[in-house]
């Protein structure tokens, strides 16, 4: 398990891609993706599930620091956004290669990796 993990570690050259990556739908505040109006229209009937209401306002639902519309595959190692046709404005406004992706990999690849380990963990104790 451990070179499995050793070799998912953040390549220095280079940017993932998205599906391989995931690391910008964590966070530990729930406050984090705004789900405006459109956003809300697009997602439709599975709004209720994927988001929660705070403080008046609409956000995605996060759960365990990370997005539940996140999908983590402990058996083939792929990460994605199961909503990726119709995520919200504030996802898709987050280019990949970009500062700000970059920014996100650097402080977030590490829960990714983490999350994959309790994942993994999970599936050994059940
Ligand atoms: S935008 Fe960047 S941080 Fe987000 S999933 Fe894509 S490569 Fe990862
Ligand atoms: S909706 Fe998709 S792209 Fe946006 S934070 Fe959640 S999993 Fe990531």
């Not at 929660?52 to 306002?57: A, E, F, N, Q, Y």
């Not at 792929?78 to 290669?97: K, M, N, Q, T, W």
């Not at 650097?106 to 050994?124: D, Q």
């Amino acid at each position: 398990m451990t070179d499995r993990y050793e070799r998912r570690a953040l390549p220095v050259i280079g940017v993932p891609e998205c599906t391989d990556c995931g690391s910008c739908c964590f966070n530990a505040h729930p406050a984090y993706i705004r789900i405006f109006e459109r956003d809300a229209e697009l997602i439709g009937a599975q709004l209720e599930s994927y988001s929660v209401m705070l403080d008046g306002k609409r956000y995605m639902r996060f759960e365990n620091g990370r997005c539940v519309a996140l999908r983590l595959d402990s058996a083939t190692g792929s990460v994605g956004c199961s909503i990726y046709a119709i995520r919200p404005d504030v996802c898709r406004s987050l280019e990949r290669g970009s500062g700000e992706c970059r920014s996100q990999l650097e402080m977030k690849w590490s829960r990714r990796e983490a999350a994959f380990v309790a994942l993994t963990a999970s599936s050994a104790d059940a």
